[in-house]
T-cell receptor, first 115, second 110 residues
Framework: EPEVTQTPSHQVTQMGQEVILRCVPISNHLYFYWYRQILGQKVEFLVSFYNNEISEKSEIFDDQFSVERPDGSNFTLKIRSTKLEDSAMYFC?????????????FGSGTQLSVL | QKEVEQDPGPLSVPEGAIVSLNCTYS??????FMWYRQYSRKGPELLMYTYSSGNKEDGRFTAQVDKSSKYISLFIRDSQPSDSATYLCAMTGGYQKVTFGTGTKLQVIP
């Protein structure tokens, strides 16, 4: 069964450092997303991406965040200067072109720990 | 008022029990309703989705939506220890972002 793959599963970084979280969406999907979940809190939308541009972003997704599809298979989330409050589980998701957002497929997540 | 409200639990039931999980919402723009299951330290896994008021059944799971009351439910029949997880309700207007509830932690005791 096709799945969304995320690497690394756990990332530890120092405050102020840049991190890049990587995702390989399902191969025939064209819409990509990043969500995050702070420990004990709900899953929160960060950004959606289609046709090489951001289609929607939340207030969390400020200038410190960026997304990129550097090639035909990867989708990345970059945090330029990490803060303590960026510590969370980050989930990548994707969906098929024909499907609405009720058919999102999520990866297993990257646990980001900012020290 | 929060857009989506969900009782965090935890909910502990004996094996074989019927489980009822519920969410309320305030945004009338929500038209599509989903239930995700999330195991510890894993990504949400889509269980069921529905568009309209009424019931939708899939095996031991039934999703129920009442748009007039802005209330959705997930029923699990003959619950199994493997059903122990956190259940997230989620909703969207369709092509907009998905908004999640906080999740209800369920434990099914053998």
């Amino acid at each position: 069964e096709p799945e969304v793959t995320q690497t690394p599963s756990h990332q530890v970084t120092q405050m102020g450092q840049e991190v890049i979280l990587r995702c390989v969406p399902i191969s025939n999907h064209l819409y990509f997303y990043w969500y995050r979940q702070i420990l004990g809190q709900k899953v929160e939308f960060l950004v959606s991406f289609y046709n090489n541009e951001i289609s929607e972003k939340s207030e969390i997704f400020d200038d410190q965040f960026s997304v990129e599809r550097p090639d035909g298979s990867n989708f990345t989330l970059k945090i330029r200067s990490t803060k303590l409050e960026d510590s969370a589980m980050y989930f990548c998701a994707s969906r098929n072109q024909q499907d609405r957002q009720e058919k999102l497929f999520f990866g297993s997540g990257t646990q980001l720990s900012v020290l | 008022q929060k857009e989506v409200e969900q009782d965090p639990g935890p909910l502990s039931v004996p094996e074989g029990a019927i489980v009822s999980l519920n969410c309320t919402y305030s945004n009338s723009a929500f038209q599509y309703f989903m239930w995700y299951r999330q195991y510890s330290r894993k990504g949400p896994e889509l269980l069921m989705y529905t568009y309209s008021s009424g019931n939708k059944e899939d095996g031991r799971f039934t999703a129920q939506v009442d748009k007039s009351s802005k209330y959705i439910s997930l029923f699990i029949r003959d619950s199994q220890p493997s059903d122990s997880a956190t259940y997230l309700c989620a909703m969207t207007g369709g092509y907009q972002k998905v908004t999640f509830g906080t999740g209800t932690k369920l434990q099914v005791i053998p």
